[in-house]
């Protein structure tokens, strides 16, 4: 029996390690105000599936870009645009080859007292909400289609800007504003479905939305693992208002 002893001291030992998980680790994703509500739902499948725990930071697109230029410790970034993973490949600051497009953000007139037209800007004479052009892509947006409308002069002293998406969609919501132009994420999330408007895609330039793995990571297989997850899972982000990058030509982006 003695020297059964070290033999099963070693089963004993291997037994506790195969059959312990594997060590749960965190990564830190920086997110766009109008994609937060979705990450959250691809997250919470995620944390289910492995284990891991996704934290996330949100806000406007070009306040996250700045915060990663000045060394934030995020490990993926999912922007509202294009421009801002772009310039970060340039700079050097991605994982190489990591650049992908997940969505196709969706621009809205949303009104809540009445469904609203398009056709209300050119005799609306109130001020109107969009998010701030200078650092969020929806604001370029809505700036575009008032330009396209030849409204731009007319609404240069009625814009209301919020610093994102979601501060926009609370001026709104609030009532500070009777109107402005939010995502159709945002109101699917809050479960708006009247009173409304989906501008065509003919006024704006389509709002692609990328993410890219930082080069920082701490943590870059997992990174790797929950950006494939994502790209693996566009019927959630179809069902909460985006347009999937299948769906239009993204691949010039």
């Known amino acids: 029996m003695a020297r059964l002893a070290p033999l099963l001291a070693c089963i004993f030992a291997l037994g506790v390690l195969v059959s312990s998980p594997a060590k749960a680790a965190q990564l830190t994703v920086a997110v766009a105000a109008n994609f937060k509500h979705t990450l959250e739902v691809l997250a919470e499948d995620f ?14 697109t070009g306040a996250l870009y700045n915060q990663i230029v000045h060394g934030a410790p995020y490990d993926l970034f999912f922007a509202a645009d294009t421009e801002r993973p772009e310039r970060l490949e340039r700079e050097g600051l991605i994982a190489p080859g990591s650049r992908f497009s997940y969505a ?9 007292q009445q469904t609203p037209q398009l056709s209300m800007l050119r005799n609306w004479g109130k001020k109107v909400a969009i998010a701030n052009p200078k650092t969020a892509p929806y604001g370029v947006a809505a700036e575009q289609v008032l330009s396209a409308m030849k409204l731009d002069k007319d609404y240069r002293r ?3 800007k919020g610093n994102n998406i979601v501060q926009t969609y609370q001026y709104v919501e609030s009532r500070n504003v009777e109107m402005g132009f939010v995502s159709l994420s945002q109101l699917r999330a809050a479960g708006v479905d009247h009173n409304y408007v989906e501008v065509p895609q003919r ?9 890219v793995q930082l080069k920082t990571s701490q943590q870059p297989e997992l990174a790797k693992q929950f950006a494939q ?5 566009t019927h959630i982000i179809a069902d909460a208002g985006y ?3 299948g769906a239009i030509d993204v691949s010039g982006l």
């Open 229 to 233: 997850f994502v790209q693996g899972n």
């Open 243 to 245: 347009r999937t990058p």
């Open 203 to 211: 006024y704006y330039d389509p709002i692609v939305q990328q993410a």
């Open 47 to 60: 944390e289910k599936q492995t284990g891991h725990t996704i934290n996330i930071a949100t806000g406007s």
């Open 158 to 160: 009625r814009l209301v």
């Open 104 to 112: 196709v953000g969706v621009l809205t007139l949303w009104r809540p």
